[in-house]
């Protein structure tokens, strides 16, 4: 697994999101099944940050690798 984010806040909210067993859930239902295997994929978070905080992630695009 590889997180990045165009500035810590957003690095910092993509852990945050993928630390969250209902984000991951959520962004796991978008994701075509095919059997057992999970396919590689890549996945595309806004995140709000005020503050300096990062406050509210959201899932934008999933794309299958």
Same mark, same amino acid.
């Given at each position: 697994?590889?997180? /990045?984010? +165009? !500035? !810590?806040?957003? !690095?910092?909210? @993509?852990?945050? *999101?993928?630390?969250?067993?209902?984000?991951?859930?959520?962004?796991?239902?978008?994701?075509?099944?095919?059997?057992?295997?999970?396919?590689? *994929?890549? @996945? =595309?978070?806004?995140?709000?940050? @005020?503050?300096?905080?990062?406050?509210? +992630?959201? =899932?934008? /695009? =999933?794309?299958?690798?």
């Amino acid at each position: 697994m590889i997180l /990045a984010g +165009t !500035t !810590t806040f957003g !690095t910092q909210g @993509a852990v945050d *999101f993928v630390s969250r067993p209902d984000s991951v859930e959520k962004m796991l239902q978008e994701i075509p099944s095919s059997g057992s295997e999970m396919k590689p *994929f890549e @996945a =595309l978070l806004r995140v709000k940050v @005020a503050r300096g905080v990062p406050v509210d +992630t959201e =899932l934008v /695009a =999933l794309r299958l690798r």
